[in-house]
């Protein structure tokens, strides 16, 4: 197969879905511009804040893909390329931009309310507190992968000991983008300045940061860097959305698009051959194609985490009804589009079944091969190399600004669900309520996990991640149902990843006890696994059958 083929039909396939699928939903659902938003309605400057789409689409953009779009494809890869594709363009399609886009419209039209408050409205009470230990639980999972990916792009020694400029490089650019992320933030407040003076201004800011990230590298072990990215996840979770969130975001998705500009460049003007089978076998080592292709390729297909995102931040920051289309379906077509272009990569860099050498992480591989098309177009290779890296690496710092958000957000609202405006509760009720406490529990257990590997973590992480887009999907679908609108076009899709997700966790639970019979369980990682597993399937079941039983109840007379 030639990659070039591939990419163009995706785009193209792509591009349609948009304008036909996309723009038909909106017309079924009702899209009124002319109805003042939550950011409006309810604006406080540190949540709600009216923002302009450009922005609010490089958050959404940068906070969904995260390093998922890149790793999950590569990984599934094992199976062929074909199922792996169609996956890709099926499920960005019918399954991940639906999700978004009706995650974002329930929530846009509930004051800019979550997910958790959409469960509670229309399905009760018992079902939202369910959901939101749920997604606590899911939000551990997430700094942990995320954290653990990105200490490893930044890590400035190899196993041997080894120096490593790329990463190094990669390391200071990072930290250097989050000082001009803060003063870029409160220059935009201050000044509010137009969309085209923004965006000279974050230019300049990227060039210097990459400069001197690429002249003055920092080698640090992984080990430092993940203190390092949990002490910057924790202020970055509770700073106003504006001073931090928005204007990294903004600047990062600049470098993103370049990245992905950069890799289509590449594919189209080297056309690279895909050197891996279009199907291998239905089994591969102890792997079924069903359910691990569905919960390995998440993000770039249908991801839960991004109803989170939708819901928790981007709905509060929508300045107009009209812009929900692009933010939330636009902005998942584009991972897709993300999602090819790393199967290709890892298609194209594949020589007789096997990588080259010292190249093994998802990230490096994505990297790698992009940096040997844009080397053919005459580029320096070390220099792509590392800006390829930092894309990655900025995609998943991002991810981890948004998720521990979320996962603060989701833990305090387990305690203050009941209360009033202005009512005080238990006294360690409101200490565990207390925004920095909640942040604390968050990552610290997330902390725990990171030291496992994402190689330990992802396989869990894929399965509660899309069992959570089905329970996005039943709420979703709940609510369109309740207001009258048709939501028939979520329920194929909700099933479909109930059954995925179920099945993935209960072989999760079957592998872990077999290996307690095997006498080669480990405390650490299986257990932690097996204890997330059993609790992941528990929830995910009783939100659902809650969610189900309000979906197929006939209408009162």
Same mark, same amino acid.
């Given at each position: 197969?030639?990659?070039?083929?591939?990419?163009?039909?995706?785009?193209?396939?792509?591009?349609?879905?948009?304008?036909?699928?996309?723009?038909?939903?909106?017309?079924?659902?009702?899209?009124?511009?002319?109805?003042?938003?939550?950011?409006?309605?309810?604006?406080?400057?540190?949540?709600?804040?009216?923002?302009?789409?450009?922005?609010?689409?490089?958050? @959404?953009?940068?906070?969904?893909?995260?390093?998922?779009?890149?790793?999950?494809?590569?990984?599934?890869?094992?199976?062929?390329?074909?199922?792996? &594709?169609?996956?890709?363009?099926?499920?960005?399609?019918?399954?991940?931009?639906?999700?978004?886009?009706?995650?974002?419209?329930?929530?846009?039209?509930?004051?800019?309310?979550?997910?958790?408050?959409?469960? @509670?409205?229309?399905?009760? $009470?018992?079902?939202?507190?369910?959901?939101?230990?749920?997604?606590?639980?899911?939000?551990?999972?997430?700094?942990?992968?995320?954290?653990?990916?990105?200490?490893?792009?930044?890590?400035?020694?190899?196993?041997?000991?080894?120096?490593? @400029?790329?990463?190094?490089?990669? =390391?200071?650019?990072? &930290?250097?983008?989050?000082?001009? =992320?803060?003063?870029?933030?409160?220059? *935009?407040?201050?000044? $509010?300045?137009?969309?085209?003076?923004?965006?000279?201004?974050?230019?300049? %800011?990227?060039?210097?940061?990459?400069?001197?990230?690429?002249?003055?590298?920092?080698?640090?072990?992984?080990?430092?860097? &993940?203190?390092?990215?949990? /002490?910057?996840?924790?202020? =970055?979770?509770?700073?106003?959305?504006?001073?931090?969130?928005?204007?990294?975001?903004? %600047?990062?998705?600049?470098?993103?698009?370049? *990245?992905?500009?950069?890799?289509?460049?590449?594919?189209?003007?080297?056309?690279?051959?895909?050197?891996?089978?279009?199907?291998?076998?239905?089994?591969?080592?102890?792997?079924?194609?069903?359910?691990?292709?569905?919960?390995?390729?998440?993000?770039?297909?249908?991801?839960?985490?991004?109803?989170?995102?939708?819901?928790?931040?981007?709905?509060? #920051?929508?300045?107009? !009804?009209?812009?929900?289309?692009?933010?939330?379906?636009?902005?998942?077509? +584009? @991972?897709?589009?993300?999602?090819? &272009?790393?199967?290709?990569?890892?298609?194209?860099?594949?020589?007789?079944?096997?990588?080259?050498?010292?190249?093994?992480?998802?990230?490096?591989?994505?990297?790698?091969? +992009?940096?040997?098309?844009?080397?053919?177009?005459?580029?320096?290779?070390?220099?792509?190399?590392?800006?390829?890296?930092?894309?990655?690496?900025?995609?998943?710092?991002?991810?981890?600004?948004?998720?521990?958000?979320?996962?603060?957000?989701?833990?305090? !609202?387990?305690?203050?669900?009941?209360?009033?405006?202005? #009512?005080?509760?238990?006294?360690?009720?409101?200490?565990?309520?207390? $925004?920095?406490?909640?942040?604390?529990?968050?990552?610290?257990?997330?902390?725990?996990?990171?030291?496992?590997?994402?190689?330990?973590?992802?396989?869990?992480?894929?399965?509660?991640?899309?069992?959570?887009?089905?329970?996005?999907?039943?709420?979703?679908?709940?609510?369109?149902?309740?207001?009258?609108? #048709?939501?028939? *076009?979520?329920?194929?899709? *909700?099933?479909?990843?109930?059954?995925?997700?179920?099945?993935?966790?209960?072989?999760?639970?079957?592998?872990?006890?077999?290996?307690?019979?095997?006498?080669?369980?480990?405390?650490?990682?299986?257990?932690? #696994? %097996?204890?997330? /597993?059993?609790?992941?399937?528990?929830?995910?079941?009783?939100?659902?059958?809650?969610?189900?039983?309000?979906?197929?109840? $006939?209408? /009162?007379?």
């Amino acid at each position: 197969m030639n990659g070039l083929v591939m990419l163009l039909i995706s785009a193209v396939v792509l591009l349609a879905a948009y304008l036909v699928y996309g723009r038909y939903l909106a017309r079924k659902w009702g899209v009124d511009p002319k109805r003042p938003t939550p950011a409006h309605e309810m604006e406080d400057g540190v949540d709600y804040v009216p923002t302009r789409p450009s922005i609010v689409f490089g958050h @959404e953009f940068a906070s969904i893909a995260g390093a998922g779009p890149i790793n999950g494809p590569i990984q599934a890869a094992m199976f062929g390329w074909l199922p792996v &594709l169609l996956w890709i363009l099926i499920g960005g399609i019918f399954f991940g931009a639906v999700q978004d886009f009706s995650a974002l419209y329930a929530s846009v039209k509930n004051k800019g309310k979550t997910i958790g408050y959409i469960i @509670e409205t229309y399905i009760g $009470k018992t079902g939202k507190r369910l959901f939101l230990l749920f997604v606590w639980l899911f939000s551990i999972l997430v700094v942990a992968a995320f954290a653990d990916i990105v200490a490893g792009t930044f890590a400035g020694f190899n196993a041997a000991g080894g120096k490593v @400029e790329a990463n190094a490089a990669v =390391a200071t650019t990072s &930290l250097l983008f989050i000082a001009a =992320a803060i003063g870029l933030g409160f220059f *935009m407040r201050k000044f $509010k300045p137009t969309g085209i003076v923004s965006g000279i201004v974050a230019v300049v %800011l990227l060039t210097i940061c990459i400069t001197l990230g690429i002249l003055l590298p920092v080698y640090v072990a992984k080990s430092i860097w &993940l203190y390092v990215v949990f /002490a910057y996840i924790f202020f =970055a979770s509770i700073t106003p959305v504006w001073g931090l969130l928005q204007p990294r975001d903004y %600047l990062n998705s600049f470098l993103l698009v370049a *990245m992905i500009g950069a890799a289509f460049i590449g594919v189209v003007f080297t056309a690279p051959v895909i050197n891996i089978p279009a199907f291998t076998a239905f089994k591969v080592g102890n792997n079924y194609l069903f359910p691990i292709l569905f919960v390995t390729v998440a993000c770039g297909a249908v991801s839960g985490f991004h109803s989170l995102v939708a819901s928790g931040t981007a709905s509060k #920051q929508i300045d107009n !009804e009209k812009h929900m289309l692009p933010i939330s379906f636009g902005a998942m077509l +584009v @991972e897709s589009l993300l999602a090819v &272009l790393a199967l290709i990569t890892v298609g194209a860099l594949t020589v007789g079944g096997k990588l080259p050498e010292g190249i093994v992480t998802p990230p490096q591989i994505f990297a790698f091969a +992009v940096a040997g098309f844009l080397t053919k177009l005459g580029l320096p290779a070390n220099i792509i190399f590392t800006l390829i890296t930092l894309s990655v690496s900025a995609f998943a710092l991002t991810s981890l600004d948004s998720v521990a958000r979320v996962g603060r957000l989701a833990f305090q !609202e387990l305690f203050t669900e009941d209360l009033e405006p202005g #009512q005080t509760g238990h006294p360690f009720a409101n200490f565990l309520a207390n $925004k920095y406490v909640a942040t604390i529990a968050t990552l610290f257990v997330g902390y725990l996990l990171a030291v496992l590997g994402y190689q330990t973590i992802w396989p869990l992480f894929g399965s509660a991640n899309q069992l959570l887009a089905a329970l996005s999907l039943i709420a979703c679908s709940v609510f369109l149902k309740k207001t009258n609108r #048709q939501g028939a *076009m979520l329920w194929g899709p *909700m099933f479909i990843m109930l059954a995925v997700t179920f099945t993935a966790l209960v072989f999760t639970i079957i592998q872990k006890y077999g290996k307690i019979g095997a006498g080669s369980f480990t405390f650490g990682a299986d257990g932690l #696994q %097996l204890v997330f /597993a059993i609790l992941l399937l528990g929830l995910g079941i009783m939100v659902a059958v809650s969610g189900v039983k309000k979906l197929t109840e $006939k209408a /009162a007379a």
